[in-house]
């Protein structure tokens, strides 16, 4: 009998695979990165506890072309200053990807925000333009023009915070109390410029970034870099605080009530 591929992998296959995931080259990306000064109110508003507002009310957007084998991958983010535990880093309210692939580890794995979107960076000479779209909305845009080289920063390592949880199944809370997930990347750079230009918030009831308005721009770059990333669950969190805020990681909280109609198996 041909081999059943939905049957059971062996031992060895699953080790190969944890082998080859784990000698993965370095995979260098192309992105812009706008950083600006928000409304203090509107970024502390955002943050489910136990997360805190940092010193400032910082909002930084990544726009990104990842140079992955085989295919081209779009990734992006918005995400707001935070701190948890004394550490200081950055919770990720919605993270565009261009392909399905990309989005299965980092929700199922981290308990990331993503979602299948269109991420755009062109460049053509020294002018730039940078874009998040989803559902035909382009609700982050950066537009402007290279103005010179910048020093290349030291290796660092960056700190990202998730909420890993599972919608119980029958629509009351959660199946489980939900995890906070601290996801330390370690950055490296290759290229670095500055870009003088603007940053363009549009209204949208998908992605509304725009509740989040450029007070203050601090700095806009596009470069070249590559990370690695590790998690680790470092608490439980109340279900009941974070309940109020998981309508942020789905465009209708209602879909997550959306089973198939009964016999329809």
């Not at 979107?117 to 730039?128: A, F, I, P, W």
């Not at 874009?131 to 845009?141: D, P």
């Not at 998908?206 to 203050?216: F, S």
Request: aromatic share 6%; with cysteine.
């Amino acid at each position: 009998m041909a081999r059943v591929r939905y049957g059971p992998r062996t031992e060895a296959e699953i080790a190969a695979a944890r082998t080859a995931s784990s000698k993965l080259p370095d995979i260098w990306s192309t992105g812009v990165v706008a950083l600006w000064e928000s409304d203090p109110d509107a970024v502390a508003a955002v943050l489910p506890p136990p997360l805190k507002p940092t010193s400032r009310p910082l909002v930084r957007a990544n726009i990104s072309k990842v140079d992955l084998p085989g295919y081209p991958l779009g990734a992006g983010s918005v995400a707001v200053a935070a701190e948890h535990g004394g550490i200081e880093g950055w919770y990720p309210l919605v993270m565009p990807m261009t392909h399905e692939r990309a989005l299965i580890g980092g929700r199922e794995v981290f308990g990331e925000p993503k979602k299948l979107g269109e991420v755009s960076v062109e460049r053509d000479g020294l002018v730039v333009r940078a874009s998040l779209a989803r559902h035909g909305i382009a609700f982050v845009e950066v537009r402007g023009a290279v103005g010179g080289a910048l020093p290349l920063p030291e290796p660092a390592e960056k700190v990202d915070f998730y909420f890993k949880f599972l919608p119980a199944v029958d629509g009351h809370g959660f199946d489980a109390d939900p995890v906070l997930v601290h996801c330390t990347r370690n950055e490296k750079m290759r290229k670095l410029e500055r870009i003088t230009g603007d940053v363009v918030l549009r209204e949208s009831m998908y992605d509304p970034i725009a509740d989040l308005p450029v007070r203050r721009l601090v700095g806009i770059t596009i470069g070249e870099k590559t990370t690695d990333q590790r998690g680790r669950v470092v608490e439980r969190v109340s279900a009941q605080a974070l309940l109020p805020y998981i309508h942020q990681r789905y465009d209708d909280p209602q879909q997550i009530l959306d089973g198939p109609p009964e016999g329809s198996f």
